[in-house]
Each structure stands twice: as C-alpha cells, then as structure tokens.
C-alpha cells in the first residue's frame, strides 16, 4: 500500500495550498527564465555519483582527481578515465590510480587510446606520451615536445594525433608533423568519415577535411570546435564556445563542409549560443550535450531535457561524455563522475515541477499526461513546449482516469470530473461516510459501465449514475472481468480471491459468487494472460498464478517470487501492455514478465537498470510508453528505445599474491605457469568483472584445478579468495563472474601455477634414493663376497702353507723316520742317530711355521707392537746366545698402528728373514731395527755392523727372492744396502694398510 496518509480536505487547507501552489509557480518561472531552458523542459538524471581519492597514490574505491577530461573502455571491459593529475582506472570494483611514474609527473590526461596488442597509449599537458601495459605506467616518449589531444587510427595503418602544433603521425621513433596539413595551427578534435579525417579547429585554424594522401579536401573557419560527434543519421555535431553547431554528414562523407541549422528545439533552448564542451549519441538515439556552468542536455524525438543543479544534477560544467559496452553513459565532469545507468527512462518529480513527488497513477488524454499525486493533479504537456503546470490541488488524488471524453480522478472519497475545454471542476460523486476509495486503482471499464473499487465493495458508474454491485462487500483492491464477459474475479486482503458470474445487461448487472480461493498472503492486483491464466499479486508471497476452468474454478498453476528474480514479494501493481508483457511494480522497483511458449522471462530492472523505487500504479500510453507512478515520482519508460542487453560478463585476475614474499604480485595475464617454492603454498587471488551496471552486485565463482574439490563455489559478491597450505602438484585456479541478469562468463580467467614439492618428496630424490639404496644393498653384498673372498683366501693360503710348508717338513720326517727304521734294521746305529736329529730339526721347523701361521691370522695380532713383540719374542734368545744385541727403535703412537693381516703376515716374514741372515751370514754383534711413518709410508730399516757383501757378486738365495715377492705383495718397495766389510742394511717402505 502506498505510504500516504488518507485525510478530509478543508477549506482553509485548499487556501493554503493555493497560496503554496502560487509560490512554485513563480520559483519555476523564474528557474525558466534564469536557465534560459526554451523548449527543455526539466527531469532528474537518476544515477551513481563517484567521490574524490584523496589519497591520490593509493588504489581504492576512489578515483584520482575531480576533474575528468577524458573516459575509455578497453576490449576487457576496464575504464580509464583521464583527469588533471594523471590516470584512473576502474573495473567495478576498485580504482587504481597512477599520477606518477618514477620521478615523473604523469599531469593532465588529454586522450587515451588501445593499441593492437592490448596496451593503451595516453597522450599528456607535460608533453610527454605514456605506455599502460598489464597493470603497470611507463614513459614512451619523454622528449617528445609536442601536446597531442587526440588519437585515431587511419584506414590505412597510420595512427594520427591532433595537437596544438598541428596533425602528426605517432610512429616508433616518436610524433612527427604532417607538413601538409596546417603545420604549428591547433586542433583539439580529430574523427574518421569513411576514408577521410576531419579535424576539429581551435583559435583561428578552420576545421578541415583531408584524405589519405594528406591534402586538404576542404576547410571552413567557423571558430573554435572542442569536439565533434559523428551521429548515426545524417548529422555531424560540434561542440564551439560559440554553441552548438550542425555539419552535413553526407557532404562531409564526399569532403565538402557544409553547415545545417539546428533543430527548433535546440535553438528555442539557447545551445546555439552556450558554451558546448563536448556532445554525444548513445545507443538509444540520445544527443547528450555537455556545457560549462549550464548542466548537461538530452534530446531525443525532438524533445530536450536539461540536468542542472536546479533539479538535482550537481554537475554544471560536463567536461566529457562516453557511453561503454554495457550501454552505461559516463559523464565526466570538473567535480568528478556521474553515472546513467538507464537511459531508457525519463525520471519526473517535484525538482522537474510536479506538485508533488508521491504519484498514484498516470493517464493520457489530449497529447497530456495527468498524474495524481497526493497533493493534486499535475499536467505534462508533451507537445512543442514540454512543460509541467498544476490542474487541481486536490489533496490526497488516488487515481485519474477518463470518463466520456472528459478527465476523471479520486481522492479519498470523492469522485471528480473535469472539463478541460471548460475548464470547469465538479465532483460527481461522494461516498457514504466510512467508505473510501482504494488508493492507486484505476477504475475498471465494463460493457457500460466503469467500476470503482472501494474498501466495502464495488461501485459501478454508469454515467452519472452510481450503485454498489449486489453480493460484493468485501475491501476490494483489484477486479477483472474475463474476455467472454461471464466471470467476475475479485482479490481482497482479507478473503483472497473470489469469482462470481457476470452478466451486463441493459441498466442492470447480475453478479453470483461461484468460487473463494484464499491466498497466503493480502491480495493486491490481478491480471488475465493472453492464455487466459489469471495471475494474482500479493504483498507477502509473490505473484501466484491460476489456470480457470470454463465454469471459473480457479487451479494453481505456479508462484513466482524474488528467489525465482522478481525485485521483491511485496507486489503493489500489476499491468498487462499491449504486447502481453506483464509489467509488476513493487516495493523495490519493476520487472516485466515476457512470456514465451515454454517459460517465462522475468527482466528485473532493478537488476539489469539500477532502477530501485516503489511502483503503485503502471499504465500504457496511446504512443507505447509505459509510466510508472511511484513514492519518487513519475518514470516513463520508453517503447521505442528497446532495453539493451549487454554480453556475457568478462572476469580478468587483478592480483596474486604469494606467501613467503608478500613483494612478489604477479600481474594477470603476464604470467604463464608459475613455479614456486613448496614454502610458497599460500596464494590470494584478486578478481573483479568489469560491468558497471549495479557493479556491486557481481557474483563470482572460483574452483582449483588440481586440487581435492574442483567443483565451482558457491557464487559470492566476495571478490578474492585465500588458499592456504597448498599440496605440491600443479593447479589451475579459475574464477567467473556472473551479472544480475543471471548471465555467466563465457570463458573464466585462469592462473596456472606449479607449487614444487620438497626435494625429498621430487621424483629425482626417489630415483636417486631408490640409486643409493639398491647400492648400498650392492655394496653389502660385494663387501659381504669379498669377505668370504677374503676367507677363502685366507683357508687357501693356509692350506697352501699348511702344504708347502708343514706338509712338505712332515712327509720329510717320514722318509727320514722310514731311512732311521731300516739303518736300525740293519745295525747302522750311528746313521740312524744323524737321522733322528735331523727329523728333531724339522719337526722344530714345523712348529715355527706352524706357530707362524696361527699367529698371522690371529685378529689380536693386528697392530705393530704385537708384531715387534713376536719379534723380540723370537730372536732376542738368539741374539743374547750368540754375543749379538738387538735394537728396535718405533714412535709409541705407531705401537697401535693397525695392519692388515696380509700386511702383518708379509712384513713379519720379511722381518724374519733379514733377521736370520744377519743372525746367520752378517757376523756382527749388533743389529738395529728402525720404524717409522713418512708420507704416509711405512718405512722400516734393519741394519747390522757385519762384513756385509758386495751385491753384484753374490749369488741370490731363494731367500732375498722370497723378500722381494712379499714386497711387492703388499705394494712396497725393497732396498738392500751392503758391501764387504760395511755391513748390511735392508730398507722396507709399503703403504700403512
């Protein structure tokens, strides 16, 4: 229900609203006559407003300067928007801002333009031209000395720039000047025409055309022109100090410039003499003509309305227009931006003229449009001269309708009639006390008859003649009458919906109540499909919709709510146009119900349009528009200009950043497949969708590729998102975006990224690992051979030894005991005794070398002291016999020297054996033994004082042989030093192990 109070009117109230009324009458006409505003007539600009950055090197929800010289969309949907003190760019979500590039002042922004590739070229006050490329600012040219204001790219692959020196060409090496073409003349403003240029004049330069070949085709000095618009009909306009100015576009096509007068409605509103700054056409056949200290214009269907700061548009001095891809017009202005999100729709209220901003209902008659309001009538002339003024001051007007060619309305419990050739007012009917109009419902006409809706039943007017319809006592807020004009249907807050048969005959109407329906929720208006179907709306739960049965029983057939996309359940109106669209006005805004064959289509405008405010009554004019009557005042909506959908929305990556190194930000789409460290496994992704209608409402929807859950989040009006602790592997992190229309991305933006796992966990460590294990296994097993190897050596050597040595001493004693034996036998006692003796020595023998050989595989024999042990253990008996004294001489940290056995065993018999032959041969009375370590050698020298011999005299015994052989076994080298009469000195030197 409308939020109005419904009250008695009183005299002294009607004079003081006469009194109010007066007074704006002469606020308005004097507004007229400052403003200078002809045939404009004035409507407010609903749009978005956006404030000041005053931080302007940080990036956030604010743009950089208030005053905005140039705006443009690149292909992904960003905005940039070019102010006095450097760039903003804005993707609905965030502005990021650049006044500076290094030490260098980027300044005033004249002009920004997208190259092939992506990068966006900006064209600066301080002589300087600048490079955007993938979220980063750098100078391109920086000793370039001349302003250029405006890029185009020619047919014929040159990019152009006009600047205050003349036409250049921008190429690789920097601007250089079209001689040809007025070189050192100013020109703000340069647009392509087929294959020809024109270019707009500044100071005394005429505007000229020229062609490929850079010749003038033609030129006219017409004074300054700040900017130029190339429409879609046959008009070229231009934007002069001087006003507004109309070039023939089709001899301008064929380089002639040839001047048209402007229309009527343009030159009766003053533009052909105001400041115009700068002119547009949008996608909806709408010239916006922006000027300085006079607001900003539209005009469309030679109609001209103003925006000014006297009907709310703060705006005064509009520096520059844009309309981007989702049809959203930009006006940049010296105090900031302003946003249209709706171009489709004229918005009227009290600033603009009406007698109030609270409108029931709206009706047209007489190329006028009257609105009841809930202080009077107001009257839209849409004529020539477009302009508001007051019918009646009527106080609490619930609707207007027409009734035999003449102006109806409603208060509370009046009926009024007016005579708008006469001029003349009176009040046909006044209801019983109690009874009062409903508000905001339109009478409903019958065969003969319109009928009234009242809160304790139906009155039905027939003329001037009144009368309650029988069996209908409820408070009805809507009532219908079927196609084959036999049903009634009535919905009531109270007793849901009903449906009587209907019969108007000739000064009488029969109604019989056939069925009830209650409804959850308070019934407020109804509506008959093209198919038939009745739809009810309710102020709780939505629309509810009903199939009817030939004999009016009423079968539920659906429901349709906000969470199926309506603006809200609370439905005040509801309308049928003439096209069979349902129009639904409710708390929060409108929608339209396009039904098709198989479904139907709910457009939300306060979804798709930003258009947000309570509807009470929706009504078609003659001429196809829909008006919408609401708490904020009048909206027409315009049939003519189809409401435009945009494309599937666009996501783009703004930002990631990884863990470990919060510096590290890599740059969508710089980067390909990035590598990181398994420490950097937390990442934040940071994304917005540049769409501008109702930017904040953009959902978006993530996965990750690769990890556990790939399925696609629930959508979220969140714009980033953090994954922490991210497994090793390799992931592609994708987001969409998705629009209020219910439009997802077509094809979501991706970041691929490879986190490494720890070099225990790669796959080379595991080969390597499986390597060294399977070696280690290897080298156990070989060692473990080589072992036995070695046991077995040992077992053949003292096997051999054991054969050699013990076996060949043993089989001796036995030939020798065999020989003794038979000397005895045969009485040679004497022989037999030589016999023995010798077997006595053998067997000592024996057990040398039997001792020998235990000794040498004993483990606990290993180190040196315990071969110098057995040594001295050995021969020092011998030596004290025999007067000889022997000497050793060793460090005590060799005492603990290990050897190996082999080692031990070869040293120990080559010892041996230079000690027998000194003991044996040398004939001295000394003997020194000497060891010692010297690199990393193990040297030993054994020295007697005998009579030596002379070396290459003496004849080798199996003993020196055997010296050497050892030697060499065990890696060393044996030196004999001697000669007769000096003694002898053999010198030993073999590695440690």
Known sequence: MPPYSCHAVTPGKIQYQNLVLMIRCICLAAVCIFSGLGAAYSQSLNGTAYTLNADQLSSNNNFISQNVRVIRQNRDGLLFFGTRSGLSIYDGYKFVNFSKTGALNIGRINDVYEMADGSMLIATDNKAIFKYDKGRIHPLYTKNQHTLANFQMAPWGKLLAASREGIYEVLPGGPRAVESLLPGKRFFDLELLGNKFIAACGDNTPIIIFNSKYQVVDSLSIGTVYDMEIGNGNDIWLATPEGLKLMDKSAASKGKIILKPLPA?????????????????????????????????????????????????????????????????????DAGIFKVSNPVFDFFNRKNGLISSITCSAISLNNKTYIATNM???????????????????????????????????????????????????????????????????????????????????????????????????????????????????????????????????????????????????????????????????????????????????????????????????????????????????????????????????????????????????????????????????????????????GSPNVLLNM???????????????????????????????????????????????????????????????????????????????????????????????????????????TWFFVLSAAVFFMVIYGIYRYRIN????????????????????????????????????????????????????????????????????????????????????????????????????????????????????????????????????????????????IWVEASKLSISIKDNGQGFNKNDANCGNGLRNMRDRVKLIGGVLDICSANGEGTEIKIKCPLT
């Open 265 to 333: 409605e343009l030159k009766a509103a003053g533009l052909d003499t105001k400041v115009i700054t700068t002119v547009r056409t949008d996608s909806y056949q709408n010239l916006w003509i922006g000027t300085i200290y006079e607001g900003l214009y539209k005009f469309h269907d030679n109609k001209l309305a103003v925006f000014n700061k006297f009907n709310g548009f703060a705006y005064d001095r509009v520096i520059c227009l844009y309309e981007d891809k989702e049809y959203n017009i930009w006006i940049g202005t």
């Open 376 to 646: 009077g009538v107001s009257v839209l002339d849409e004529r020539a001269i477009t302009k508001f003024s007051t019918l009646t001051a009527t106080e609490d007007c619930m609707s207007t309708d027409t009734m035999q060619g003449k102006l109806m309305f409603t208060n509370t419990n009046q009926l009024h009639l007016v005579d708008l050739s006469l001029k003349k007012e009176q009040v046909i009917y006044t209801l019983p006390d109690g009874v009062t109009f409903n508000p905001a419902t339109r009478p409903v006409p019958g065969d003969r008859n319109k009928f009234f809706l009242t809160n304790k039943g139906i009155l039905a007017g027939y003329g001037t003649k009144f009368s309650y319809l029988p069996a209908v006592n409820d408070d009805v807020r809507a009532m219908l009458i079927d196609k084959k004009r036999q049903l009634l249907f009535t919905a009531d807050h109270q007793a849901g919906l009903k449906v009587y048969s209907y019969r108007d005959s000739v000064g009488k109407l029969y109604v019989k109540p056939l069925y009830k329906t209650v409804l959850p929720s308070y019934a407020q208006s109804l509506v008959l499909s093209s198919k038939g179907e009745l739809w009810a709306g309710t102020l709780k739960n939505g629309i509810s919709k009903f199939s009817v049965t030939g004999d009016g029983k009423l079968n539920p057939a659906g429901k349709y709510d906000y969470n199926s996309g309506l603006s809200s359940n609370i439905i005040y109106c509801m309308y049928k146009d003439s096209h069979q669209n349902i129009w639904v006005g409710t708390d929060a805004g409108v929608d339209k119900l396009c039904s098709t064959n198989k479904h139907t289509v709910i457009q939300n405008f306060y979804k798709l349009y930003n258009f947000q405010q309570e509807v009470y009554s929706i009504y078609e004019s003659p001429d196809g528009n829909v008006w919408l009557s609401g708490f904020d005042g009048l909206v027409k909506v315009y049939h003519s200009r189809q409401l435009k959908r945009p």
């Open 656 to 762: 990631v950043r990884v863990s470990g190194n919060t510096d590290t930000v890599y740059n969508y789409p710089d980067s390909k497949r990035i590598k990181l460290s398994y420490t950097d496994n937390t990442l934040s992704f940071e994304y917005a969708s540049p769409g501008f209608r109702k930017e904040r409402s953009r959902l978006y929807s993530f996965r990750l590729l690769g990890s556990n859950d790939t399925a696609w989040s629930t959508p979220s009006l969140k714009n980033s998102v953090i994954f922490a602790q991210v497994k090793p592997g390799r992931y592609a992190f994708q987001v969409k975006a998705g629009d209020a229309d219910g439009q997802w991305s077509v094809k979501p933006a991706v970041f691929y990224f490879i986190i490494r796992p720890p070099f225990w966990l790669t």
């Open 787 to 930: 072992q036995i190897q070695k046991v077995m050596l040992i077992r053949n050597r003292i096997s051999r030894d054991l054969h050699d040595d013990v076996g060949a001493t043993l089989s001796s004693i036995k030939i020798l005991t065999e020989v003794a034996r038979k000397k005895l036998i045969n009485n040679q006692a004497e022989e037999s005794v030589n016999l023995l003796e010798k077997i006595g020595h053998q067997s000592v023998e024996m057990i040398d070398q039997m001792g020998d050989i235990i000794w040498s595989v004993n483990p606990s024999n290993d180190s040196l002291d315990r071969l110098i042990e057995r040594i001295q253990n050995q021969f020092n008996s011998l030596c004290i016999a025999r007067g000889i004294v022997l000497s050793i001489e060793m460090r005590d940290a060799l005492q603990v020297q290990k050897l190996r056995m082999e080692h031990r065993k070869h040293l120990y018999l080559i010892i041996k054996e230079s000690l027998n032959n000194a003991l044996k041969y040398a004939g001295g009375n000394a003997i020194i033994m000497r």
